[in-house]
């Protein structure tokens, strides 16, 4: 009867202590030897070879002198393939022309440079997205107008006119998406958004990328923006992919890339998102 009990309580005690242990998601899995040429590679030399130029918020390049080169979601990615395979990051500085050939040519393993995917890229490389860029709509928040908007689609009124730049991609988009505002098209002028036309109240409201609004709003006193607040930093709106991106030919390489990537996706937004929300004001 006792070693009954004994036992009893031995299944308890370990019932009990399954239940309240952490549980530890294990890391994905390196693939074995001979399963992927480009790791087997990578593995024997000791190094991964990123190709990378800096560009806010993915990959803000850090010109202080002290501390990493870079920071951002693509830099946390990157340390983490090389950790994961046992090998030092090497950094290889691209130019925005060389950024995609310079895979073909052997001379990276990976581009963590950031990268829009579109159908020509994808036919020439294989693309690991990790991020996206979309449109934030922004005006005056005096204007009445704007006021009782709360969401996109609020916007959406025959009595609100929308600046745009023209030969950029929400001349054809926005169209498509708002059915019954009136639009005001205006020259590019280097600017990331036709700021003067809601300035000056000859429009209501404009589109601006959501990466650039976080500098906008600290540039410019006195804006609203929709989404509204931090939401704007997650808008779907116009969204296009943000990606880094190996050589063809290696599915295997692909795959394991893409697992990671899905792995580490809320660390990987977490600092875009601290990166976007760490801009400060001009000085004075």
Not at 139 to 160: E, M, R, Y
């Amino acid at each position: 009867m006792c070693w009954r009990i004994a036992k009893f309580v031995q299944w308890a005690v370990l019932a009990f202590a399954l239940a309240y242990t952490p549980v530890i998601f294990a890391q994905t899995t390196v693939p074995e030897p001979g399963k992927s040429k480009k790791i087997d590679e990578i593995k024997k030399r000791g190094v991964l070879r990123a190709a990378a130029i800096g560009e806010f918020p993915w990959l803000p390049e850090n010109t202080s002198g002290a501390g990493p080169q870079f920071s951002g979601p693509a830099w946390l990615l990157a340390n983490s393939i090389a950790d994961r395979l046992g090998v030092k990051l090497e950094i290889v500085p691209v130019s925005h022309e060389t950024k995609v050939p310079i895979l073909a040519s052997g001379q990276a393993d990976i581009t963590i440079a950031p990268l829009t995917i579109t159908p020509a890229r994808q036919k020439v490389v294989d693309f690991v997205p990790y991020s996206g860029s979309s449109l934030c709509f922004f005006g005056l928040a005096s204007n009445p107008k704007l006021q009782k908007a709360k969401t996109v689609d609020d916007l959406d009124s025959p009595d609100i006119t929308m600046a745009y730049f023209t030969g950029t991609p929400p001349e054809t988009w926005a169209p498509t998406r708002f059915k019954q505002l009136k639009y005001r098209a205006v020259a590019g002028s280097g600017a990331n958004a036709p700021v003067e036309e809601i300035i000056s109240k000859r429009a209501d409201i404009a589109p601006i990328d959501n990466v650039a609004w976080p500098n906008l709003n600290v540039s410019v006193k006195g804006l609203t923006v929709f989404p509204q607040g931090d939401d704007c930093l997650k808008s779907k709106e116009m969204e296009a992919k943000t990606a880094m991106a190996i050589d063809k030919g290696d599915p295997v390489f692909l795959s394991w890339l893409t697992s990671v990537e899905q792995e580490m996706q809320p660390k990987l937004e977490a600092e875009e998102l601290r990166i976007l929300k760490s801009v400060k004001p001009p000085s004075q």
